[in-house]
Structures are given as C-alpha cells and as structure tokens.
C-alpha cells in the first residue's frame, strides 16, 4: 500500500526551499544520476524500480530538480517488522545543506509511522560523515560484515530503537 503525501516537509537551503515527498516512476533518471554520482559502485537502475512503491522511498525537491533521495523499507524479523535505510545519496554539489538529515528523519518517521520500532543501515567503514550523521540520529554500531561492499570494505551495521 503507497502512502500518498502531497509533501513531507519543506526546509530553508542554501539555494532556497526544499521539500520532500515520495519518489515517483518519472524521478528514476534523475536518482540514478545521484547514485551514480555518489557512489563507486552504484544500484543498478532496476534496483530503484523495484523500490518505487515504497512509502519511504523519498526525494528531496529544490523547486523542479531533484537533489537527492532515500531508499528505505521494512523487513520481516522474528514476527516484528525492522525498518532498513538501504540507500541515500545527495547531490555532490548540494551536500552539506542539510538535504541528508532532513530525507533521513522524514524517512524514519515513515518507518515510525508504519509501525516499525527498530531500523538498521549498512555504511561503509570509512564514510565518516554518514557514520557521524547516522549517530546523531541515535544509531548504535552492532556489529561489522567484512567485504562487503565489492571493492573488499567493511561495513558497519547500525541501528536505531525508534520506540
């Protein structure tokens, strides 16, 4: 079921106002150009496709251009659903404005929403700024998958009690 939201939020940037809402079938170029902008070893664009019904799957907005995203779910575990931030990027022109902190609340009060009271991530070991971001936010470190990103970094598996 697609949660509809005519907007999430609206936040002052930089560049203006910027507002955020669920991701649409029509706004999968413009992600799949962040994701390839931002990461080494980006999601294939089928990846996106098949997230796109998701209510937690959020775009940042500056006016009609797209600034970046949140990929976020909810997973089946142990009769409890656990929430996971399976991927966000910014713009590497619009990064440190706030658009990270403000797609990742929105996205966790979605998950909250739905009835999620834990959420995990993976980020590689040597992202200091996410790890930092993701701490403000109340992730915990819980435990380290040697390679596993493609290149042979760790990851870092965090998580959050949203109770």
Do not use: C
């Not at 929403?113 to 700024?129: C, F, I, M, Q, Y």
């Not at 596993?148 to 870092?156: F, K, Q, S, T, W």
Request: charged content about 25%.
């Amino acid at each position: 079921m697609r949660v509809e939201w005519s907007l999430v939020t609206t936040t002052a940037s930089e560049n203006g106002s910027i507002s955020i809402r669920p991701a649409e079938d029509a706004d999968l170029l413009a992600i799949f150009r962040i994701e390839k902008a931002s990461f080494s070893q980006p999601w294939p664009f089928a990846a996106f496709e098949r997230y796109i019904d998701e209510p937690t799957f959020l775009v940042a907005m500056d006016g009609a251009k797209i600034v970046g995203y949140i990929v976020a779910d909810m997973i089946p575990n142990h009769g409890r659903a656990l929430g996971h931030v399976k991927d966000i990027a910014v713009h590497p022109s619009r990064r440190g404005e706030g658009i990270g902190r403000e797609l990742l609340k929105q996205a966790l009060s979605g998950l909250r929403a739905r009835g999620t009271h834990s959420v995990k991530l993976e980020v590689r070991a040597s992202n200091d700024p996410a790890i930092s971001l993701y701490r403000d936010f109340g992730f915990r470190y819980l435990r380290t998958i040697p390679r596993y990103y493609g290149d042979g970094e760790d990851a870092l598996v965090m998580i959050v009690e949203l109770d």
